[in-house]
């Protein structure tokens, strides 16, 4: 069974540009939810899908950061414009049932310059 | 608030010494989850272990152990035996209700582990 992937797995923008950033849950996993981690800090939940629908949209930062998941199956994460604190790892994790294991994807790096 | 405290930043052992790595977290609500998950220099993060607040059983699992006590508020993680392979950054998360329909993880920041050879 194939594990969550994300793509790209590196991604350099320059401040101001737009990046796109794609995750694909475990098959049959309803719930997806995106993280990140900025250097030296926790990793922090940004917001949880159920199937397509955005369940907990709490730790989103602000109105820069646009994630959708149609279909229910794979979610993008689109960040417009890109700013320098932007830059860290955002990591998807997926799982069957809402309080249950979650498992992650390898992460994307981005790097706003 | 949640908070997930994991006070070891680095730990370095010499191969086959055992290791404890520490974890207190602080939640009001009665029912959540702990888990412990282990980031390979790979990158991705690896889950471990998820642990209910209502069962404080320790549990094994080959040479990892986890000791859960919720009087100190503490979910211990123990490798005994410890090999190369398990040099990693170990991370503890907490998992509560959000209010939301949502049960995020709240996590530490980890502790980067290095078994030297």
């Known amino acids: 069974e194939a594990g969550v992937t994300q793509f790209p797995s590196h991604s350099v923008i320059e401040k101001g540009q737009t990046v796109t950033l794609r995750c694909d849950p475990i098959?049959?996993?309803?719930?997806l939810y995106w993280y990140r981690r900025v250097m030296g800090k926790e990793i922090k939940f940004l917001l949880h899908?159920?199937?397509?629908?955005?369940?907990?949209e709490s730790g989103m930062p602000n109105n820069r950061f646009l994630a959708e998941r149609t279909g229910g199956t794979y979610s993008t994460l689109k960040v417009q414009p890109a700013e320098l604190e932007d830059s860290g790892v955002y990591f998807c994790?997926?799982?069957?049932?809402?309080?249950?294991?979650?498992?992650f994807g390898p992460g994307t790096r981005l790097t706003v310059t | 608030a949640q908070k997930v405290t994991q006070a070891q930043t680095e730990i370095s052992v010499v191969e086959k010494e055992d290791v404890t790595l520490d974890c207190v977290y602080e939640t009001r609500d009665t029912t959540y989850y702990l888990f412990w998950y282990k980031q390979p220099p790979s990158g991705e993060l690896v889950f471990l272990i998820r642990?209910?607040?209502?069962?404080?059983q320790n549990e094994i699992s080959g040479r990892y152990s986890w000791n859960f006590q919720k009087s100190t508020s503490s979910f211990n993680f123990t490798i005994t035996a410890s090999q190369v392979v398990d040099s990693a950054v170990y991370f503890c998360?907490?998992?509560?209700?959000?209010?939301?329909?949502?049960?995020?993880?709240?996590f530490g920041k980890g502790t980067k582990l290095s078994v030297i050879p």
């Open positions: 899908f159920v199937k397509e629908s955005k369940q907990d």
């Open positions: 642990r209910n607040s209502f069962d404080e």
């Open positions: 098959s049959g996993h309803d719930n």
């Open positions: 994790a997926s799982s069957q049932v809402v309080a249950g294991k979650q498992y």
């Open positions: 998360a907490l998992s509560v209700y959000s209010g939301a329909g949502s049960y995020q993880l709240t």
